[in-house]
């Protein structure tokens, strides 16, 4: 009985490691992302919810209102599909924060302040009181759709907790405004309305009538 404990704390020890070991990937993937481009994207988003915690002790889904900021950079904006990293912190209001960060794939029209969309996974960790309840480093997943002028509608949900148990389930959908998709990085059908001369990455090449 006695070997137990032990056992726990090795396979806990482990388990974090290999956390650290996912969290400072993401961390090259995005610091590598922009040096990688001379021309790369670049998000900078702040959107609005509600999300769904599950406590495992209660057995409930716990609801919340969420506010959330993402900043992130990619590689060229130019290419139909983007390719870099986000760092996104999640608060749910009575509850805590959710710092994550990981891969984000995009499409071309998403980089570029257009329809398009993007697929982050993050590993985060959840600075809650409790935190312990509800899985405290969820792995989770994001679809975020991207309309023009920056405008974003995002849906996500936890996969697991990195770390064993308790399982780290829950749902968020947030709603929002990428402010770097609607000025810089904005090109497209939206110069009609509001030209933007000069956007980062260059300008997409037009077919020649």
Not at 39 to 55: E, M
Not at 85 to 104: E, H, K, L, N, Q
Not at 170 to 179: C, E, N, P, Q, S
């Amino acid at each position: 009985m006695a070997a137990r404990p032990s056992a726990r704390r090795l396979s806990s020890r482990v388990a974090r490691s290999s956390v650290c070991l996912a969290l400072s990937a993401a961390c090259a993937c995005i610091l590598h992302a922009a040096p990688a481009s001379a021309d790369p994207s670049s998000w900078l988003s702040v959107t609005g919810g509600y999300g769904l915690k599950h406590s495992e002790s209660r057995d409930t889904f716990d609801g919340a209102g969420a506010l959330s900021f993402t900043l992130g950079v990619g590689s060229s904006p130019l290419s139909s599909l983007v390719v870099g990293g986000v760092v996104r912190s999640t608060t749910y209001f009575s509850r805590g924060t959710d710092i994550a960060f990981g891969p984000r794939i995009a499409t071309g029209g998403f980089a570029r302040g257009q329809w398009g969309l993007a697929l982050d996974v993050n590993a985060g960790y959840r600075i809650w009181r409790g935190a312990g309840d509800y899985g405290r480093f969820p792995l989770s997943a994001m679809l975020v759709a991207g309309a023009p002028w920056g405008l974003e509608l995002s849906v996500g949900g936890d996969v697991m907790n990195l770390t064993g148990d308790p399982q780290a389930r829950g749902l968020v959908v947030l709603a929002g405004i990428d402010l770097l998709r609607l000025t810089v990085m904005r090109q497209g059908a939206t110069d009609k309305w509001w030209e933007n001369p000069s956007p980062a990455g260059g300008r997409m090449a037009t077919p020649k009538e």
